[in-house]
Each structure stands twice: as structure tokens, then as C-alpha cells.
């Protein structure tokens, strides 16, 4: 796809409103997402401060002033030589324009416990700090078209990296080949990189939460769970495939139907001026009445946009990662629905999709199929 042309300008402007409606004077940013979310250039090693009058201040190291001026929407650039310069050069710009003693709104849930101790005491040591997920979530919860286009792109490499690793799978491969195999296919498809790291888990490993590859071989009869999030124009696609390997388990097949089953009613769920939680609800009903109560973790969704796993999260979920509660759900919410798989002694099943919240309802981008089964042999295939 050409390259997106955002209007940061226009998200200054609303993070201006919020601003001024929380009483914040600026926004200070050091997380990468949040960084190219409002100036283009999402570098590592870089600080910017927004103002309430829509002055963007970004410090960045001098061996990397051109390449940002050349990405960055910020009004000024400023460069430094260090560490300790990057963070006391800030303190000078917050003098500069008179916010020493104003409400800075910082990126809580980012900094460490010790950065953020050291950061307060030193760096904005007469400033009134605040919390800035609040106004920051609040804007990029919420999608423009240019960003639906980036999240489409995503959604299709997703697509064709889940295809790479069914035409490899089959008994006698590692997990880390399958990984390999779907990795190539979306680099070639436009992937940037990963959002998460690629999740292949065989057998026993599918029963985790978490299965990042690894060298284990798979087996004629396992399960395989396949995660995939790629990153495309700044934006990732969130898609998880269970594959089941001949023969297939009777236990692991009814799993994987009663789950897609949930999930699809969860996906209809998701309709603007719903109850968010319902999507939460119409999952966790289905999945009991199929007699997987207790077998089946949540949080069953997420916000997927820039990072994988952003706002809107579900009720006191919420409250973990920092983020205000969200009561409803509203167009242009992008959402990851099937966070959470049912989960057994030997093995696991989920099956995840990237959800765009239309004016016309839910919208799947990612559709690569979803119940899929292996030959148990290599002469089979």
C-alpha cells in the first residue's frame, strides 16, 4: 500500500480539547507507539512534549536529527549527545515555555517504578504530575480511514503468513520452522516486523497461554496453535489458527467448535452502543453452556492498532494495564476477539481475529479459515 498520509496536526487538536478539558498543560511521550502516533516517527531513544497551544518538541540523538526531520510532523527537533543530556535538556524546554510548575501528563503505565521516581524528582520536580493514558487511549482507541487502510494491510499479511505456515505444517517439523515459514511469507506480503512474537505451540505447548516457538517436533495427533502479529505501514493484525493433526483428538475437535462457535458470537457482538463487556459476555455464556465453564481464561479481547494489545481493555482488566474502563462500543474500535483460548491437561484451542467496528457492524479483516486439519503423515501431503 502507498504510504499513509495522517493528519497529525488534527490529533494535536483533539489531544488539545482532552488536554484542556482534564486541566493538563502537555502531554510528555517517551513510548515509541505513542510517539508515532503523534509525530510520525516512533524511534526508540526519543522524547517529545505536546502542549495544550500545539507546540511538538521532540529530542532525539544528533546522529539521528536528519532522518526525523525527514519522518517527524514535530514543530521543533532537538538533539542530544546522552542520556543524562536527553532527559536534563527536557527540563530546559519545560522552562523555556513556562511549564515548570504546570500539569504534565506523563506515560504512568510505561516507565519503570524507578525511572518514573527519578523522572518526577528530578526532571519535574515543581510540575504536577498526572497520568496521560487517559487522553492518549481516548484517541487512539478510536480509528480514521487512513488507519483502517494501515490495519486492512496488517490483516492481509497476517492472512498470508497463517497460509506460509499451513502449507508447512505436517509431523516431523519443528514449531521453529513452521515460525520461519510464516515470518518469510510476510515479510514478502510488506510485514515491518512483529508486534508479538510469532506463537507456534505443538501438542502439550498448546495447552500454555504463551507459546512462542520453539524446537520442538510436532506430532502425528497434536494440536497446533499458530499466533501472528504482523506490523505493516506502523499498524499490526492480531490472528490465531489452531491446526489439529491427524488423527485428530475427539477432545480437541469439539473444543475447537465449541471455541470458534463462541467466538463468532462474541465477533456479533461487537456492534457500536453495545455494551463493551457484552462481547466478554456472549464468549463466556457460549463456551459454559458448551460445558468449558472454568476451562477458558480471559480477557477475551483487546484493542488491537498500533500495538497488538491496546484500548479498549475489558473491565478490571483495565485497571491492570493502566487504562480507564470503557462502557460501550463505538465505530472505529479495531478489536482482537479471542484473547483467550479453552485450555486442557494436553492441549489448547483459541482461534483470534482482527475486528473493525464499522458504522454498519462488525467487520473481520483478518479471514483465513478457521477450523483446519493436517494430514498425520508426510505421504499423505
Request: proline share 2%; charged share 25%; no cysteine.
Given at each position: 500500500m502507498d504510504n499513509p498520509t495522517f493528519d497529525y496536526k488534527?490529533?494535536?487538536?483533539?489531544?488539545?480539547?482532552?488536554?484542556?478539558?482534564?486541566?493538563?498543560?502537555?502531554?510528555?511521550?517517551?513510548?515509541?507507539?505513542?510517539?508515532?502516533?503523534?509525530t510520525g516517527d516512533g524511534r526508540p531513544c526519543a522524547l517529545a512534549l505536546l502542549t495544550r497551544t500545539q507546540r511538538c518538541v521532540v529530542a532525539v540523538p544528533a546522529c539521528d536529527v536528519a532522518s526525523v526531520?525527514?519522518?517527524?510532523?514535530?514543530?521543533?527537533?532537538?538533539?542530544?549527545?546522552?542520556?543524562?543530556?536527553?532527559?536534563?535538556?527536557?527540563?530546559?524546554?519545560?522552562?523555556?515555555?513556562?511549564?515548570?510548575?504546570?500539569?504534565?501528563?506523563?506515560?504512568?503505565?510505561?516507565?519503570?517504578?524507578?525511572?518514573?521516581?527519578?523522572?518526577?524528582?528530578?526532571?519535574?520536580?515543581?510540575?504536577?504530575?498526572v497520568p496521560a493514558t487517559p487522553i492518549i487511549s481516548q484517541l487512539r482507541m478510536i480509528k480514521d480511514p487512513e488507519e483502517i487502510a494501515c490495519l486492512k494491510a496488517a490483516a492481509r499479511v497476517a492472512d498470508a503468513g497463517m497460509s506460509a505456515a499451513a502449507r508447512a505444517l505436517r509431523p516431523g517439523v519443528s514449531?521453529?520452522?513452521?515460525?520461519?515459514?510464516?515470518?518469510?511469507?510476510?515479510?514478502?506480503?510488506?510485514?515491518?516486523?512483529?508486534a508479538s512474537v510469532t506463537y507456534v505451540a505443538s501438542g502439550w505447548r498448546s495447552a500454555m497461554a504463551h507459546g512462542p516457538a520453539t524446537a520442538k517436533i510436532i506430532a502425528a495427533g497434536e494440536v497446533v496453535q499458530v499466533h501472528l502479529a504482523p506490523m505493516v505501514q506502523g499498524y499490526a493484525a492480531d490472528l490465531c489458527r489452531t491446526f489439529l493433526i491427524e488423527p485428530v483428538p475427539v477432545d480437541a475437535a469439539s473444543a475447537l467448535h465449541a471455541y470458534i462457535d463462541a467466538q463468532e458470537r462474541g465477533i456479533a457482538a461487537a456492534i457500536s452502543g453495545a455494551v463493551l463487556l457484552g462481547i466478554d459476555g456472549a464468549m463466556a455464556t457460549s463456551l459454559e453452556q458448551a460445558g468449558y465453564a472454568g476451562k477458558f481464561l480471559r480477557p477475551v479481547f483487546h484493542g488491537v492498532g498500533i500495538e497488538h494489545e491496546e484500548a479498549p481493555i475489558p473491565g478490571g482488566?483495565?485497571?491492570?494495564?493502566?487504562?480507564?474502563?470503557?462502557?460501550?462500543v463505538m465505530v472505529g474500535m479495531v478489536l482482537g476477539i479471542g484473547n483467550c483460548g479453552i485450555y486442557r491437561e494436553t492441549f489448547g484451542v483459541r482461534a483470534e481475529d482482527t475486528i473493525w467496528v464499522s458504522e454498519s457492524g462488525p467487520v473481520a479483516l483478518t479471514r483465513f479459515p478457521k477450523y483446519l486439519t493436517v494430514p498425520g503423515s508426510v505421504e499423505a501431503r
Open positions: 488534527a490529533r494535536w487538536s483533539r489531544a488539545a480539547a482532552l488536554m484542556e478539558r482534564d486541566g493538563v498543560d502537555a502531554l510528555f511521550l517517551m513510548k515509541p507507539a505513542n510517539l508515532a502516533y503523534f526531520q525527514r519522518a517527524s510532523a514535530a514543530t521543533e527537533i532537538r538533539a542530544f549527545q546522552s542520556e543524562a543530556e536527553m532527559f536534563h535538556g527536557f527540563r530546559d524546554v519545560l522552562q523555556e515555555l513556562g511549564l515548570t510548575q504546570a500539569t504534565i501528563a506523563i506515560e504512568k503505565n510505561f516507565f519503570d517504578a524507578a525511572l518514573y521516581d527519578v523522572f518526577v524528582a528530578h526532571i519535574l520536580p515543581q510540575a504536577k504530575v514449531e521453529a520452522e513452521i515460525a520461519g515459514e510464516a515470518e518469510l511469507a510476510m515479510r514478502k506480503a510488506g510485514a515491518e516486523g512483529w482488566h483495565a485497571v491492570i494495564h493502566g487504562e480507564q474502563k470503557v462502557e460501550h
